[in-house]
């Protein structure tokens, strides 16, 4: 059979070489710690060369979603005036990076799962991606703190190509996929937070959270990238007790080559990048 065609936006004249970075971390109860821990990461890999640095979800501390607790509602913080996104946006001038920054978003009376955009020049792109897919089980108890998305989909123009967001569980649903690539996405991006389920400790879902993104590599002819949280987090007096042990398995593959995902494993602290010397007019 025929091989599938290639999107318009994957080949001519106008390609050109894109380095991204995927990092991966595991995160502690300081939040400025870990804020220092992305900074460092994300000049690591500019220092590889990176022109997209991908950090994972909500990775400004322990994954409080274990727990349902009305004091986590203070960690919210409003996109305009966020210091956070202005301490990201200067990094991304001074390294010349694109930075999409995962945070926990306050607009109003609602809370959303967000990520902004940050141009390579730090700019913060217009409009900011909410989370569609909101999680609701043990261990994942995200509706607690999170309204559904009610942006719909995002792709933005970047000095670096057109990218698209979307967050941990969005990644499961091929819609997601299909619609940023309809949307022109040169590149698509999943911060995570994802591990062991607590029901089940023994279960271990990274191999089946791999291929499911592979496919929307394949299936649209878009690179995929994933940055996930690693390690073990305990919440012992949350009810019930929950721990997940965030699995890692960071990477990115390609549009043709499914077999080619580099993966970080289960290391402690690490950046990792890909360039792909081939024709999309953005390539890792």
């Known amino acids: 059979p025929a091989p599938p065609p290639a999107p318009p936006h994957a080949c001519g004249a106008g390609a050109r070489e894109v380095i991204v970075a995927v990092s991966q971390m595991a995160n502690s109860d300081v939040r400025e710690q870990d804020v220092g821990r992305a900074i460092a990461l994300v000049r690591q890999a500019a220092e590889y060369g990176a022109n997209v640095v991908l950090l994972q979800e909500l990775f400004q501390g322990y994954y409080w979603p274990q727990e349902q607790e009305g004091k986590h509602f203070d960690r919210a913080e409003e996109a305009d005036g966020s210091e956070l996104l202005q301490t990201f946006s200067d990094l991304a001038k001074e390294l010349e990076v694109v930075l999409p920054i995962s945070f926990f978003e306050k607009s109003g009376s609602a809370f959303f799962n967000s990520v902004a955009m940050i141009d390579a020049d730090g700019e913060i792109l217009e409009g900011i991606y909410r989370k569609t897919h909101i999680p609701d089980g043990p261990g994942y108890q995200e509706k607690f703190y999170f309204n ?32 940023m690539a309809l949307m022109g996405a040169e590149l698509l991006l999943y911060p995570t937070a994802i591990g062991t389920e607590p029901q089940d400790p023994s279960l271990d879902s990274s191999g089946h959270w791999q291929r499911v993104m592979q496919g929307h590599a394949g299936a649209n002819m878009v690179p995929v990238a994933a940055s996930n949280r690693v390690g073990r987090e305990a919440w012992p007096k949350s009810y019930p007790p929950s721990s997940i ?16 995902s580099l993966s970080l494993s289960r290391s402690r602290s690490r950046s990792l990048t890909l360039t792909q010397r081939t024709t999309p007019a953005t390539s890792l």
């Open 148 to 179: 559904p998305g009610d942006t719909g989909f995002k792709v933005w123009d970047t000095q670096y190509g057109k990218i698209g967001v979307g967050i941990c569980w969005d990644q499961w649903f091929p819609e997601a996929a299909r619609s």
């Open 245 to 260: 042990t965030f699995y890692g398995n960071s990477f990115i593959t390609v549009t043709l080559a499914l077999s080619l």
